[in-house]
């Protein structure tokens, strides 16, 4: 089984910093990775697909890259609503898929 | 608009059943393949179960392999899961989720809260 491991596991930064999260697999994955936002309460909503590209609708501060093993998750000016915990999630291994344990992120 | 809405949870002691159901509207039900991922209370995310579009394959996480059923009917564009000899571990919220591709899941339910508890 494929293990992804996140970090930070938990992240306090000020608005308008450069926040950078990442993820490292048990193994090379390619670019078969996702990142998810989930905010307390609510479901998890996708926002970067393949590694790097944004869904529709997500805002262009968000990014993502990597491939192999290693992979980053970045927001370019953190905004109040940002507060979630993030995920990555890995599909190099179907028909099972596989999620980081989550870097929760507070403002300071 | 997407839709997934999800039901059936609840408190059950352990060894027992529940039924979860997730109906969908918004998209067409029959192309897409469907997954249920559970969130013990305070953990992270952990994928279950998927079925095709056409409900012809299906695969579990080793967790709940033989123990847990997912099935849809597509007439009623509701995907369901069976969960039988439910342990305490099992305790958590379980979404039903889906997406243009097997490679994500785009589209999330509410979560429906299972509690397994004596």
């Known amino acids: 089984d494929i293990q992804m491991t996140q970090s930070p596991s938990s992240l306090s930064a000020s608005v308008g910093d450069r926040v950078t999260i990442t993820c490292q697999a048990s193994?090379?994955?390619?670019?078969?990775l996702n990142w998810y936002q989930q905010k307390p309460g609510k479901a998890p909503k996708l926002l970067i697909y393949?590694?790097?590209n944004l869904e529709t609708g997500v805002p262009s501060r968000f990014s993502g890259s990597g491939s192999g093993r290693a992979f980053t998750f970045t927001i370019s000016s953190l905004q109040p609503e940002d507060i979630a915990t993030y995920y990555c999630q890995q599909y190099d291994d179907l028909p099972r898929y596989t999620f980081g344990q989550g870097t929760k992120l507070e403002i300071k | 608009e997407v839709q997934l809405v999800e039901s059936g949870g609840g408190l059950v002691q352990p060894g027992g059943s529940l039924r979860l159901s997730c109906a969908a509207s918004g998209f067409t039900f029959s192309s897409y393949w469907m997954h249920w991922v559970r969130q013990a209370p305070g953990k992270g995310l952990v994928w279950v179960s998927r079925i095709s579009s056409d409900g012809g394959s299906t695969t579990y996480a080793d967790s709940v392999k033989g123990r847990f059923t997912i099935s849809r009917d597509n007439a009623k564009n509701t995907v369901y899961l069976q969960m039988n000899s439910l342990r305490v571990e099992d305790t958590a919220v379980y979404y039903c989720?889906?997406?243009?591709?097997?490679?994500?899941?785009?589209?999330w339910g509410q979560g429906t809260l299972v509690t397994v508890s004596s």
């Open positions: 193994q090379d994955i390619s670019n078969y």
């Open positions: 393949d590694a790097s």
């Open positions: 989720a889906s997406g243009g591709s097997v490679r994500f899941f785009e589209y």
